[in-house]
């Protein structure tokens, strides 16, 4: 057996490049399905973090139920005495930041900028993962009060104030003037594609008398004790609200309550469906590969025909034979394994790197898809090494 | 001498067919001949008169149509492909015309190689190929392949590997047909050495009236049937 390996090795050797043309297809087959897998994994991983830097104990709670992007059917809004009660009565809740927002314009000197104004209250920064850079959270008295002062995100400062610190500046929005009080750190483009960063927050009290005009709460964003009791959370929090809302039990809910890992789930199944269909292209070219070592096989038998008349006239056995040119395809296979297992580690940091997503090693991949190559040794290599093995010793002598 | 009533080959009416019906081919026509251990036999006659066939069955590699061939007193026609490789790897070697060496692969590989597949250790195997290659004359050639050895060192880096496992017969296919007069005496005068000394069965296919000379006895085909017997005296 160790002798058969050594002969295998020797006859790949002998011819380098052949050799080295045949693995070619199993090299890129392997490659590429480890490259496709490792990516779709990290995708995968990226969108999970990206969501989970919202809160993975996040709910988020809207009147009305979500028809489809951007249409909501029409429910009455929420009220401060909403959140009391929620607070109150669900015990599983640890933080709610009840919120309303508006897209507007807003300005800062002689600059200008579009961005979404939330009115929340510090809870907003708990329940939404977000760290301070610098400055200070609202104060009891500001968000009592009303006040106006805000909290910028980094692109909203880039856009007003450029290099300037913008501590203790003010923003003009909507006719009134407020002071900047602290300044969230950057989270950077978020799993929809959506610049976290543009955002400007104040207290909820500032926003319902200046912007909007009412005592209305347009969302609640509400983190849950435990990760685990997230479904308990919202079946509660779902009860709760059916019933200040007098929701009679035939109806359906007039709001909806929205967990983060719901949102994780459907977009990382639409990585997953991706990652499975190109693995599986991939597949097919390590097919394809498997095919090619066959051809060469074959092509190789019939070159050393002679060689085997040799072989079996000093009295090799059929298997004897049949080993050996099996354990020649099966090296050749997964040389080529083992050669494209290194090229889908540097393909795979590589384009990790420039497409921004972290790099995961799986190693259950990386030897399945060696087993495989090995596999493909063994099934493509069978048909060329029993013709080799069922000649005819004289008439393998005889050959030219 | 062996005593043993029982000739080391022994052919009763070995037929051989080629093909099918009209178009078939009858190489053989009932050969009977036996051959004694410690024997040195060359068999000749024109092409076409049987003689590789004959020696195709000799070697186990092909068998009989018809009748019956007891090497060693076991009928060779009744045992399969790899019976009878089992065969040919414990009790014979093989010398061709064409040397059939593996090429790209040393004088000290090639001869091991019949070791390899009796699954011999591995010094076991060296140590047997250093003799075998001594006792050819090709010491300090262990490590030249066939491309860079002449015509008459590949012969004998051949018989080397023929005689490596001991054998009880050597079987030469016109082993001197690819070789200049001078070497082939060379050749013929080892094997002859290999006879005598090793107590090797040497047969022999050749065309060439002076290697034949070196036998003990020459065998005489024409179609496909024996037609003389013939003992030398001389070269002994």
Known sequence: MWSTLLLALREIRRNVLRSFLTMLGIVIGVAAVITMVTLGKGATQAIADQVSSLGSNLLIVRPGQRLGPGATSAAPPFKMADVVAIQEQVSLVRSIAPTVARGMTIVAGARNWSTTVTGSTNAWLSTGSWQLAAGREFSDAEERGGQAVCIIGETVRRELFGGQDPLGLSIRVKGFSCEVIGLLVSKGQSAFGSDQDDTLVMPLKTAQRRITGSQDISALRISVQDEAAIDQAKRQITLLLRERRNITDNEDDNFSVLDTRQITETLSSTTKVMTTLLGAVAAVSLLVGGIGIMNIMLVSVTERTREIGIRLAIGALEREVLLQFLIEAVVLSSLGGIIGIGLATAASIGLAAVMQLPYLFDPAINVLSFLFSAAIGVIFGYFPARRAAQLDPIDALRHE | ?236
Do not use: W
Request: charged fraction near 20%; charge should be neutral; proline fraction near 4%.
């Open chain 2, 1 to 236: 001498m062996n005593a043993d009533q029982t000739p080391l080959i022994e052919f009763s009416q070995v037929t051989k067919f080629y093909g099918r019906g009209t178009a078939g081919f009858q190489a053989l026509r009932g050969v009977d001949l036996s051959i004694a251990a410690g024997d040195f036999v060359a068999i000749m006659g024109p092409s076409g008169s049987g003689k590789s066939t004959a020696m195709n069955i000799l070697g186990c590699l092909d068998i009989p149509s018809s009748g019956s061939y007891l090497f060693q007193g076991v009928p060779v026609e009744q045992l399969d492909r790899n019976q009878r490789a089992l065969l040919r790897r414990t009790y014979l070697g093989f010398v061709f015309q064409g040397f059939n060496l593996l090429a790209r692969t040393t004088a000290q590989e090639n001869v091991e190689l019949p070791l390899l597949y009796r699954g011999e250790k591995r010094g076991a195997r060296h140590q047997a190929a250093q003799a075998a290659l001594k006792s050819v004359g090709l010491e300090g050639f262990a490590h030249h392949t066939p491309a860079e050895l002449s015509g008459g060192q590949q012969q004998r880096v051949a018989i080397a590997r023929a005689i490596v496992t001991r054998p009880q017969v050597l079987l030469a296919d016109e082993p001197t047909g690819n070789l200049d007069s001078q070497t082939s005496n060379e050749i013929m005068q080892l094997l002859t050495e290999l006879n005598h000394e090793l107590g090797i069965t040497v047969v022999m296919v050749t065309h060439e009236p002076d290697m034949a000379e070196y036998a003990r006895r020459v065998i005489h085909f024409r179609d496909g049937r024996v037609e003389r017997l013939q003992h030398n005296g001389g070269r002994d």
